[in-house]
């Protein structure tokens, strides 16, 4: 796992189930990717107030989704994730910028003594944990390998750059995919950080490969026998 200056690693929060402030409170287990840039902008700005109610809930309703959807595709983005099981809650998200916005969410929940994990999306999609329960939460380390150790049927992990590398073909460079993929947390506040430069490494590596295999195609047009 690379590792970034700045970025506490060790860090290990007492638990998944206590609210450290009002933004976390009321943005716990929200599902909707629009829904929650909303509201923690009015949370900013002093305006929650003035938000209607519809839109602040875990989960809107059906004829809202619909109605969202019907404005743009990309305000349904997390609206269609599998409801939440008892006492689970949400640890760490993984947005994309697709057409639709799709979200991926992982999940936790406590059951006898031990944390269980779990990973859905909006497509019933198959994910392969890198670890399945833990006695105690993650540290911001184990979390990251939890991340790159779960893999999504089909795809192939890890899980933080598979989305970019399945779209790659259909692009002429990395670039163009850098903000493709965004992994956050309300609980691992660097989380998003360490993964910013993750995907800095990604395209330059990969547009790296990019042009030396542009290079070697020159030669070979240009190679005299």
Not at 50 to 79: D, F, N, W
Request: charged share 30%; net charge negative.
């Amino acid at each position: 796992m690379a590792r970034y200056k700045g970025i506490r690693y060790g860090f290990r929060p007492n638990s998944y189930w206590v609210d450290l402030n009002v933004r976390q409170s009321i943005l716990r287990n929200v599902t909707g990717t629009e829904r929650r840039r909303i509201i923690d902008q009015a949370l900013a700005s002093g305006q929650f107030d003035q938000i209607p109610e519809a839109l602040t809930g875990v989960e809107v309703s059906s004829t809202l989704k619909r109605h969202l959807g019907r404005i743009h595709p990309c305000l349904m983005g997390g609206e269609y994730l599998p409801g939440y099981l008892p006492g689970e809650t949400e640890i760490g998200r993984i947005d994309l910028a697709s057409t639709t916005s799709d979200v991926i969410s992982i999940r936790a929940r406590f059951d006898s003594g031990r944390i269980y994990y779990r990973i859905v999306d909006e497509y019933n999609g198959e994910f392969a944990l890198g670890r399945e329960s833990s006695k105690a939460p993650f540290s911001l380390e184990e979390f990251i390998d939890f991340i790159e150790g779960s893999e999504l049927a089909g795809l192939g992990g890890p899980l933080s750059l598979c989305y970019n590398e399945y779209n790659l073909e259909y692009h002429d460079s990395a670039s163009e995919l850098r903000h493709f993929t965004a992994i956050s947390s309300d609980i691992y506040r660097q989380l998003h950080t360490h993964y910013e430069n993750v995907y800095d490494d990604w395209v330059a590596e990969r547009d790296e490969e990019f042009q030396t295999e542009e290079e070697d195609e020159d030669e070979d047009e240009f190679e005299v026998d």
